[in-house]
C-alpha cells in the first residue's frame, strides 16, 4: 500500500514539469493515437493500411518515400499533421470516424513541437524510489512528507491527528474489515503505552481476520467462485482452494512461492497435496453443464480463461484481445497468444458435470486425525497378531476395547478420503455397527 502511494504521488509530483515538456505520452498522446489512429496503423498486421505504424516511433519517422509521418519539431514538415489537417480528406476517413477536434489537434501539435518523445506504458517500466521532500514537510513517515509538501503547495496542511477511538477503528477496518469490539476500543484509549500503535498493528496482522480480509482481494482476481456459472450456476465443491489462500496469507507465504504453487504445484519438486491444491487457481474456470453443450467448445473456452486470468493477474495485460487480432495496445501478437495457449493446453478437465479430475484434500486436521487413526490400527492389528486365548472372556475385552476407541474418535463425515483399510480387514467378530473409523467420501 506504501508503495503504491509513492508511485502514486510521484507521477503526480511530475505532472507540472511533463506539462512543460509538451503533453504526457501516456497520459494523452497515446490514448489519441490508440482512440484514432491505431485501428489503421498499429501492431495489428491485418488491419493495418499503407504499412505505416505510428504505435512505434522509428516506424512513424522512417522515410516513405521522401516523406515522414513524424518529423521531431517540425508540425509542418510531418505527414501525420498534414493528413490529419487536410480540408478535403482529413484523417481518420469518414468510415472511422469524425476528424480531429480542435483539443486533440492541439495535443498532436504540441507533442510533434516538444518532440514527438514515445513513452512505455508505465507498466514495463521498473519503478523507482523517489527521496521524500525535506523543506517544510516537518518529521514522520515519509508518506506523510509526500502529502504534506503536496498541501503545502495548495495552500493547505494535514489535518489533525484521530483520537485513539477513531485511529483503531480506522486500522481494524483497513486490516481486518472488522470495526474493534467495544472492549478493545477501550483498551486502546486508556493504554499509555508509546508503542500501543504498532502493537495493534501487530495483533491485528496475526489475527484470522487480517488473513480472511485480504485472502478475498486475491481470490476476486482468481475468479474464486462457490458455483460453477452459466446458465445453470451449479455449485460446486472447491473451498479448499479458498482455505488454501487463506493459509498461505496466514502464514506469510513469499510471493515467489505463492506464484509458482498456483501455477504449476503439481510440477515442484516434492509436490504436495498442498501445492497441487493451490493450482485449483487453474481450476476456477466456469464450466457449462445444460443440456446440449459441447464438452471440448467450454473446454477450449476453459482454457483461454486460464490465458487470460493468469496474464491479467501476474502480467497486468489484457492478453484477451489477441484471442481474435493482435493486441493492438498492449505488446502480445496473436502468435504469442496460441503460444501461450498451447502452454496451459494440457488438461484434463473436459467440462464434465462432475468437475473430473478430483483430488482429495484432507485438511491438517483431517490428516492428522488420520495419522492417529492408523496408528490405533497398526496397534489393534498387532494384538489380533498375537497368539491369543480362545475363552470368550479375552475377545470380549478386545471387542470392547475397540467400540470404545471408536466412540471417543472425533473422525468427521465429511472427511474426503477412506483412511483405514476395507472392513473386510477387520477381525470377522466385530459386528459391522463397530466399524466407526472409516471416513466417508465427500
Not at 503547495?153 to 469490539?181: F, I, K, Y
Not at 504445484?265 to 459441447?294: I, Q, Y
Not at 481474435?324 to 502452454?343: A, G, M, R, T
Not at 472427511?415 to 483399510?421: C, I, K, P, S
Amino acid at each position: 500500500m506504501a508503495a503504491l502511494t509513492l508511485a502514486l504521488l510521484a507521477l503526480a509530483a511530475q505532472s507540472p514539469a511533463a506539462a512543460d515538456d509538451g503533453p504526457d505520452f501516456a497520459l494523452e498522446v497515446r490514448p489519441l493515437l490508440a482512440r484514432r489512429c491505431f485501428a489503421c496503423h498499429g501492431n495489428d498486421e491485418e488491419t493495418r493500411e499503407a504499412g505505416l505504424r505510428l504505435d512505434l516511433r522509428e516506424e512513424a519517422m522512417r522515410d516513405r518515400d521522401g516523406f515522414a509521418a513524424l518529423v521531431p519539431g517540425d508540425p509542418e514538415g510531418a505527414e501525420l499533421w498534414a493528413r490529419v489537417t487536410d480540408e478535403f480528406d482529413p484523417m481518420p476517413p469518414e468510415h472511422a470516424g469524425a476528424p480531429l477536434d480542435a483539443e486533440e489537434l492541439s495535443i498532436l501539435r504540441r507533442w510533434i513541437e516538444s518532440g514527438a518523445e514515445y513513452a512505455p506504458h508505465w507498466a514495463f517500466v521498473a519503478p523507482e524510489r523517489p527521496d521524500p521532500p525535506l523543506e517544510g514537510t516537518g518529521e514522520g513517515h515519509p508518506i506523510d512528507a509526500f502529502l504534506r509538501a503536496a498541501l503545502l503547495e495548495r495552500g493547505l496542511d494535514l489535518s489533525e491527528p484521530a483520537n485513539d477511538h477513531a485511529l483503531l477503528r480506522r486500522l481494524s477496518l483497513d486490516l481486518t474489515g472488522l470495526a474493534p469490539t467495544p472492549e478493545e476500543a477501550r483498551d486502546y484509549a486508556a493504554s499509555t503505552d508509546p508503542a500501543k500503535f504498532e502493537k495493534a498493528v501487530e495483533r491485528l496482522l496475526g489475527s484470522d481476520a487480517y488473513s480472511e480480509r485480504w485472502a478475498a482481494v486475491w481470490l476476486d482476481l482468481a475468479r474464486y467462485a462457490d458455483s460453477a456459472g452459466h446458465g445453470s450456476d451449479p455449485l460446486r465443491t472447491i473451498w479448499r482452494y479458498r482455505d488454501w489462500v487463506i493459509e498461505a496469507f496466514d502464514r506469510n507465504l513469499p510471493f515467489d512461492e505463492f506464484t509458482v504453487q498456483q501455477l504449476a504445484g503439481d510440477l515442484v519438486p516434492d509436490a504436495s497435496t498442498d501445492t497441487r491444491l493451490a493450482t485449483a487457481f487453474h481450476r476456477n474456470t466456469m464450466t457449462n453443464t445444460e443440456g446440449g453443450t459441447d464438452d471440448e467448445e467450454f473446454r477450449v473456452l476453459a482454457v483461454k480463461d486460464r490465458v487470460n486470468t493468469t496474464m491479467e493477474v501476474w502480467m497486468g495485460l489484457t492478453a484477451g484481445c489477441a484471442e481474435c487480432h493482435s493486441h493492438k495496445y498492449d505488446p502480445i501478437s496473436q502468435v504469442e497468444y496460441y503460444e501461450l495457449f498451447d502452454l496451459f493446453n494440457q488438461t484434463a478437465d473436459t467440462d464434465r458435470n462432475d468437475d473430473r479430475p478430483r483430488l482429495s484434500t484432507p485438511t491438517r486436521m483431517q490428516r492428522a486425525e488420520h495419522e492417529r487413526l492408523t496408528a490405533e490400527l497398526a496397534n489393534v492389528r498387532a494384538r489380533l497378531d498375537r497368539p491369543l486365548d480362545t475363552d470368550e472372556e479375552t475377545w470380549a475385552e478386545l471387542e470392547a476395547g475397540l467400540r470404545a476407541s471408536a466412540a471417543s474418535s472425533a473422525w468427521r463425515s465429511d472427511v474426503l478420503v477412506d483412511v483405514v483399510a476395507p472392513e473386510e480387514d477387520l477381525p470377522r467378530r466385530l459386528g459391522d455397527d463397530s466399524v466407526l473409523i472409516t471416513g466417508s467420501p465427500a
